[in-house]
Nanobody, 121 residues
Framework: QVQLVESGGGLVQAGGSLRLSCAAS????????MGWFRQSPGKEREFVAA????????IYADSVSGRFTISRDSVKNMVFLRMSSLKPEDTAVYYC??????????????WGQGTQVTVSS
């Protein structure tokens, strides 16, 4: 059974930083692309960032490019999202996702339960 478990969310002031973690079980991350998505109240879930199976390729939404960094540790079967210069509009539930390929226009097969990030102004 595949499980993705996010952690690291919380309340932070604008301009601050957080690092989200996603621990995977039931699959070997080194064979999967990984990504982060987010959903704010009243809005559709949106793509944030993705990293390919080897970690050699990353892609970001324009709204977070230059502020967020996605990385992975295939030995520990984990993926991370380092978020800096946070803005109130980054407030959302953040979801970890996995599939053979993850990208802005793709729907990953596996999802975590989400972790809340709240940025206060």
């Amino acid at each position: 059974q595949v499980q993705l478990v996010e952690s690291g969310g919380g309340l932070v002031q604008a301009g601050g930083s957080l690092r989200l973690s996603c621990a995977a079980s039931g699959l070997t991350l080194s064979s999967y692309g990984m990504g982060w998505f987010r959903q704010s109240p009243g809005k559709e879930r949106e793509f944030v960032a993705a990293i390919n199976w080897s970690g050699g390729s990353t892609i970001y939404a324009d709204s977070v490019s230059g502020r967020f960094t996605i990385s992975r540790d295939s030995v520990k079967n984990m993926v991370f999202l380092r978020m800096s210069s946070l803005k109130p509009e980054d407030t959302a539930v953040y979801y970890c996702a996995a599939d053979r390929e993850v990208g802005p226009s793709l729907q990953p097969h596996y999802w975590g339960q989400g972790t809340q990030v709240t940025v206060s102004s």
